[in-house]
């Protein structure tokens, strides 16, 4: 009796101090046991974390799409929390083995339009978007209701060399789509935005202009910026995002990544104008958009010889305090990435990274390893908690009130059995329901397909 009451007080007293949350299991969904399956830049295509949105929540439906082993596109729907999934397929099959070209799913608030782009790397775009209404319509879910494939986004050209399709909400229920255009290490940052009707072009925001000269003495004068997010909160737009330079001679070793440095830019006109962190003015976009020589926009900076990975996560939180997840292999591990695959894998950390609104940025290593080259994905929930999906679906957290310290592992997937292939793609629009659904795929080998799951979490429950 005794000792039982000794248990409960402590826990007691633990749960007001701020234990670090929790996350309970609530489903796990298959939703094709025959995903395609292949690794090409470490990752595979239907689970990235660039990914806006692989798997999309909006009102009482969650939308997801993926392919098929016989290379289909297919977009599925459930109503949620536990209607059973519809799918179909859309007339369009992935065009070749490359695991940038991902599905992108958006929706446009005003008309209840679903859109999808896809199918891109550096390339023209695939478009479709579906007849109003059906996001919240639950009409039935089938192919006819979605218009022709284009390689222009609805009215709009965004030229032929096209990746990273995204659809982002803005706080006024415009729906925007963020891309690159050009290549890796010689791209530029894009914005389009769609008012119910027609899409218009907003234009680049970060260019690939500029000359940088690198720890070892080597200049380069080409790059794009890679972005770990393009997320609104109470207004405000934050972006934060890593330099990838094209002469790979700024690296101590030909087998790192050029990455280099973290960067923060915000913007207070759904992208049109840009300030830094200390709130200079530095970049309009169409006409100035901010490159690498632009002053004050390093908030955390780190040479490209270590390993640093592009396009991890960011979330912002009720304070309008921007939080990111940025990994590399840190300097006690040596100060030269020669392989980032198996030096990320062996010796690559996380790093929470946050602005406090006052403007200082703060960095704390997550205490568990990556053992993985691939990324993780921060989400937090409506009390400032945060939850990181690190690679095989490791739920790590850490409380607000302990002021994001008490790192713990809420869920290990690894020995939850679910053999997920490392990166996962997480649904950020659901967070506010108080749910983290998370996209992942079965590892497999060579090109054997292998089963798409959606499996969902109360937070903190
Ligand atoms: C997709 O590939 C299948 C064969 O697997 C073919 O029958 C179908 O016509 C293709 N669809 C398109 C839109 O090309
Ligand atoms: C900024 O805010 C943080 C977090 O509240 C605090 O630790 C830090 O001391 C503040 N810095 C300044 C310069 O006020
Ligand atoms: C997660 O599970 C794996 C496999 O059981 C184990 O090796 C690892 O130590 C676990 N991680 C933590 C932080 O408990
Ligand atoms: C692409 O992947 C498919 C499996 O989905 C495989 O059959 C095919 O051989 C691969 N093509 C190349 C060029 O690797």
């Given at each position: 009796m005794l000792w039982l009451l000794f248990i409960s007080l402590v826990s007691t007293l633990f749960a007001l101090c701020g234990a670090a949350p929790k996350v309970t299991q609530i489903s796990n969904s298959l939703l094709d046991s025959n995903g395609i399956f292949f690794v090409s830049f470490d990752g595979v295509v239907n689970v990235n974390s660039f990914q806006?949105?692989?798997?999309?929540?909006?009102?009482?439906?969650?939308?997801?799409?993926?392919?098929?082993?016989?290379?289909?596109?297919?977009?599925?729907?459930?109503?949620?929390?536990?209607?059973?999934?519809?799918?179909?397929?859309?007339?369009?099959?992935?065009?070749?083995?490359?695991?940038?070209?991902?599905?992108?799913?958006?929706?446009?608030?005003?008309?209840?339009?679903?859109?999808?782009?896809?199918?891109?790397?550096?390339?023209?775009?695939?478009?479709?978007?579906?007849?109003?209404?059906?996001?919240?319509?639950?009409?039935?879910?089938?192919?006819?209701?979605?218009?022709?494939?284009?390689?222009?986004?609805?009215?709009?050209?965004?030229?032929?060399?096209?990746?990273?399709?995204?659809?982002?909400?803005?706080?006024?229920?415009?729906?925007?789509?963020?891309?690159?255009?050009?290549?890796?290490?010689?791209?530029?940052?894009?914005?389009?935005?769609?008012?119910?009707?027609?899409?218009?072009?907003?234009?680049?925001?970060?260019?690939?202009?500029?000359?940088?000269?690198?720890?070892?003495?080597?200049?380069?004068?080409?790059?794009?910026?890679?972005?770990?997010g393009f997320t609104y909160r109470s207004g405000s737009l934050q972006v934060t995002g890593t330099w990838r330079e094209q002469n790979s001679a700024v690296m101590c070793n030909s087998g790192g990544l050029t990455n280099h440095d973290t960067v923060f830019i915000s913007?207070?006109?759904?992208?049109?104008?840009?300030?830094?962190?200390?709130?200079?003015?530095?970049?309009?976009?169409?006409?100035?958009?901010?490159?690498?020589?632009?002053?004050?926009?390093?908030?955390?900076?780190?040479?490209?010889?270590?390993?640093?990975?592009?396009?991890?996560?960011?979330?912002?939180?009720?304070?309008?305090?921007?939080?990111?997840?940025?990994?590399?292999?840190?300097?006690?591990?040596?100060?030269?990435?020669?392989?980032?695959?198996?030096?990320?894998?062996?010796?690559?950390?996380?790093f929470h990274l946050y602005r406090s609104s006052n403007g200082t940025w703060t960095k704390v290593e997550i205490p568990f390893p990556l053992n993985a080259v691939g990324r993780s994905q921060i989400v937090m929930d409506s009390a400032d908690n945060i939850y990181v999906v690190m690679p095989f679906v490791r739920i790590v957290t850490a409380s607000k009130s302990s002021g994001w310290t008490d790192w713990t592992m809420a869920f290990n997937g690894t020995s939850a059995g679910l053999n997920a292939f490392g990166e996962v793609t997480v649904d950020r629009a659901r967070i506010s329901q108080g749910v983290l659904s998370i996209l992942y795929q079965l590892s497999s080998t060579g090109t054997t397909p292998s089963a798409v799951h959606v499996i969902d979490f109360q937070l903190n429950g």
């Open positions: 806006l949105s692989g798997v999309l929540t909006f009102g009482n439906y969650q939308f997801v799409g993926w392919y098929t082993s016989s290379r289909a596109a297919i977009l599925a729907r459930r109503q949620l929390p536990s209607g059973s999934w519809s799918t179909f397929q859309l007339p369009h099959n992935l065009s070749t083995n490359d695991s940038h070209n991902v599905i992108a799913l958006g929706v446009s608030p005003s008309d209840g339009k679903i859109h999808v782009a896809l199918d891109c790397h550096s390339t023209q775009v695939f478009y479709t978007s579906s007849e109003a209404g059906l996001a919240t319509s639950g009409a039935s879910w089938e192919a006819s209701r979605f218009g022709t494939i284009t390689t222009t986004i609805g009215n709009l050209n965004v030229g032929t060399v096209v990746t990273y399709p995204q659809f982002v909400i803005t706080p006024d229920n415009l729906l925007q789509f963020v891309y690159r255009s050009g290549i890796s290490g010689n791209g530029a940052t894009q914005l389009a935005e769609y008012n119910g009707g027609t899409w218009s072009n907003v234009g680049s925001w970060a260019s690939g202009s500029g000359t940088y000269t690198s720890t070892n003495g080597v200049q380069s004068t080409a790059r794009n910026l890679y972005i770990h913007s207070a006109d759904k992208g049109r104008t840009w300030k830094n962190s200390a709130g200079s003015n530095v970049g309009t976009s169409g006409s100035s958009p901010v490159n690498v020589n632009t002053a004050g926009l390093i908030v955390d900076s780190l040479n490209a010889d270590h390993g640093l990975m592009n396009q991890e996560s960011q979330d912002i939180d009720s304070a309008g305090q921007l939080h990111a997840i940025i990994s590399y292999v840190p300097g006690r591990f040596g100060q030269c990435v020669t392989n980032y695959v198996t030096d990320r894998t062996n010796n690559g950390r996380a």
